[in-house]
């Protein structure tokens, strides 16, 4: 399922990063405890009662040396192509400014829901002040505090309101979904054409339901695939080009439809930092993912060469030591033919299901070989595992209390499971809940 997108825009100081993490919240730092996962926080899960949605924190978002003014623009601007929902952030302390109304002209245009929301407005007296705000055109504008968290709700409400109708997937459950993410000039759309091309057995290019998207649908050994294009991806233009963290953007929706997710990777320039943190992205949205190292045509080799590469993977993606590498060259087509194989695998992994009394005598054979931890006095006490889900695998053990399990015991088990069943390409969940 595709979740909407809200985009918060404003002049600089108005407190865009300090909303974005009151409406985030603890989600922000979920994968900070695995080891190897570097995170910006330029675009984050939320939830709002019912209500799942991605949100853009665009004050994150860094055009460089551009002028005050075209740095604003820029950003409103990414805000426009990603978002179903722009919120206006405004700050109740300066009153209307000539950048907040140069941002309305933009959003304005945009033909994009708009909600107004005035930040700072840290007390009741400061109520009077927002009436200002109606002379931007975007209607009632809803008062807010970032530093104390008051009046999110109400604000929510209102951006909840306009998300576009959930649009069900047009694929069967037999169709791997895959999609491919990674930094400019990784050569994303060239490994897309060469695949495309390989197999020349291309049924249609048809709308997906992402915007600007358009889904490759195409059979190989009997096998239906859908390649989902990130969004937009052909768009070009100097805003884009600008910010690698755009990239991050770009992937985001493609991941959600997708069940396999290629993190693509250019050999002839190495492992950079953003290149983790696109990857901690597929990891959270609990994908199968295989990593392909791009461009290995233009690597000097030697018997030791992939090898090395590989342990400097491993090295660098200490959360992706699930991952299946592949090296190959989507311009030579070299290895090429390795891929699909290995999409194939980790797609089955993702949706692989464990028969619970095979599950429990893997845990209860672990526990006996590594007993459960103890803190101030009390044992964890496992009483039983089931699997409760697929793509990811997720598992619930019900336990005597939950905050027993540490994490570097559940690290401890998910081992033992992947050492059992496999499971390699896809990350595995484990749930701790109390036994009623």
């Known amino acids: 399922m595709v979740k909407p997108v809200v985009a918060i825009v404003g002049r600089p100081n108005v407190g865009k990063s300090t909303i974005f993490n009151r409406i985030v919240g603890e989600r922000i730092s979920i994968v900070e405890d695995v080891s190897g996962v570097t995170r910006d926080r330029i675009y984050s899960s939320a939830e709002w009662l019912t209500h799942e949605f991605n949100i853009i924190d665009t004050g994150g978002i860094d055009i460089g040396d551009e002028p005050f003014l075209d740095q604003i623009r820029q950003q409103a601007e990414i805000a426009i192509d990603e978002a179903d929902v722009i919120i206006l952030l405004t700050s109740g302390r300066e009153g209307v400014t000539s950048a907040d109304e140069e941002v309305a002209k933009i959003l304005y245009r945009s033909k994009k829901p708009v909600v107004l929301a005035v930040n700072k407005v840290d007390n009741p007296e400061m109520r009077d002040q927002i009436y200002d705000f109606y002379a931007l055109g975007f209607g009632e504008p809803f008062p807010v505090s970032g530093a104390h968290g008051i009046g999110l709700g109400d604000l929510l409400d209102e951006v909840a309101k306009h998300f576009p109708e959930t649009e069900e997937e047009e694929y069967d459950d037999q169709v791997i979904k895959f999609c491919l993410i990674g930094r400019p000039n990784v050569g994303k759309s060239s490994l897309v054409n060469a695949i495309l091309g390989e197999e020349r057995v291309i049924v249609s290019d048809i709308a997906g339901t992402t915007r600007d998207a358009v889904d490759s649908l195409y059979t190989y050994d009997g096998q239906e695939y859908v390649i989902i294009d990130t969004a937009g991806m052909r768009k070009k233009g100097k805003v884009y080009e600008s910010t690698e963290k755009y990239s991050v953007l770009r992937a985001l929706r493609a991941m959600e439809r997708s069940d396999v997710v290629l993190v693509v990777l250019n050999a002839d320039e190495g492992i950079r930092e953003q290149d983790k943190k696109i990857a901690g992205y597929a990891h959270e949205a609990g994908r199968a993912i295989v990593i392909v190292v791009n461009k290995w045509d233009t690597i000097e080799k030697d018997e030791r060469t992939m090898r090395d590469f590989e342990q400097k993977i491993r090295n660098n993606f200490l959360f992706l030591?699930?991952?299946?590498?592949?090296?190959?060259?989507?311009?030579?087509?070299?290895?090429?033919?390795?891929?699909?194989?290995?999409?194939?695998?980790v797609s089955e992994n993702h949706a692989q299901r464990i028969q619970s009394s095979v599950l429990n005598e893997v845990i209860m054979d672990a526990v006996a070989m590594n007993?459960?931890?103890?803190?101030?006095?009390?044992?964890?006490?496992?009483?039983?595992?089931?699997?409760?889900?697929?793509?990811?695998?997720?598992?619930?053990?019900?336990?005597?209390?939950?905050?027993?399990?540490?994490?570097?015991y559940e690290r401890f088990l998910q081992n033992r499971i992947r050492e059992t069943f496999g499971f390699e390409g896809t990350p595995i969940r484990i749930i701790a809940r109390a036994r009623k």
């Open 321 to 345: 030591d699930y991952a299946p590498i592949v090296f190959l060259s989507a311009k030579t087509k070299k290895r090429l033919h390795t891929l699909l194989p290995v999409i194939n695998m």
């Open 371 to 408: 007993p459960t931890p103890t803190d101030k006095g009390k044992r964890l006490k496992i009483f039983y595992a089931t699997q409760v889900a697929v793509k990811p695998p997720t598992f619930i053990l019900f336990v005597n209390e939950p905050e027993l399990l540490h994490f570097s």
